[in-house]
């Protein structure tokens, strides 16, 4: 167990629907990031926050954004979904701003757009 | 230039054999390199993890061999067992960058008894 915990597990929508996932960090960790995990793309960095702030931005479309907490839980909201953004989205986290040296990934959210 | 190519897609061994996993980028600018091992229905997890300063680095089994000026790096798992099976991605960083790390595609083992 990474010790970051993402909720749901799984999620089944429709398309054009608007979805949020959630994730909560090791504890102490200020570090939060996207990453989604599809066949064809492999793993994608989405977006990194620390502390609150946005830090690092990959290749996330318009559609999707993202915030974290100051509890620093984050989420990931995914809206006008197609049936494309299926995928494994996973969050990870790391005490540090400076890169994922030492970040610890969640078992992830599979989310399915029919 | 921001990619990581790595190869191969799948890969099967005996046990006790060796597992050897090769990856190539472009960008003269990153300067981490970790490797991640991730079973089904789990998230990645950091394997072993090797800085452009250094030609090798060895953890148990597994070692790093990096070739700066080759642009490529390697993941070599000695005696390899069945419980190594799974999927295996290689991985670059620019640490001024933040968390953007940039995958390989993959390498699915799989290690026979």
């Known amino acids: 167990d990474s010790g970051v915990t993402q909720t749901p597990k799984h999620l089944i929508t429709a398309t054009g629907q608007r979805v949020t996932l959630r994730c909560s960090p090791r504890?102490?960790?200020?570090?939060v990031y996207w990453y989604q995990q599809s066949l064809d793309q492999g793993l994608q960095f989405l977006i990194q926050y620390y502390n609150g702030e946005e830090r690092a931005k990959g290749n996330i479309l318009e559609r999707f954004s993202a915030q974290q907490f100051p509890d620093l839980h984050s989420e990931l909201n995914l809206s006008s979904l197609e049936l494309g953004d299926s995928a494994l989205y996973f969050c990870?986290?790391?005490?540090?701003?400076?890169?994922?040296?030492?970040?610890?990934f969640g078992q992830g959210t599979r989310l399915t757009v029919v | 230039q921001q990619q990581v190519k790595q190869s191969p897609q799948s890969l099967i061994v005996q046990k006790g054999g060796i597992s050897i996993i090769n990856c190539a980028y472009e960008?003269?600018?990153?300067?981490?390199f970790p490797w991640y091992q991730q079973f089904p229905g789990k998230g990645p997890a950091l394997l072993i993890a090797i800085r452009p300063d250094v030609s090798e680095k060895k953890e148990g089994r597994f070692t790093i061999s990096f070739n700066k000026s080759a642009k490529q790096f390697s993941l070599h798992i000695m005696d390899s067992q069945p419980g190594d099976s799974a999927t295996y991605f290689c991985a670059a960083l620019q640490e001024r960058q933040g968390g953007k790390l940039i995958f390989g595609q993959g390498t699915e083992l799989s290690v026979k008894p």
């Open positions: 504890s102490g960790d200020l570090s």
């Open positions: 990870a986290s790391s005490p540090t701003v400076l890169g994922n040296t030492e970040a610890f």
């Open positions: 960008n003269t600018a990153f300067d981490y």
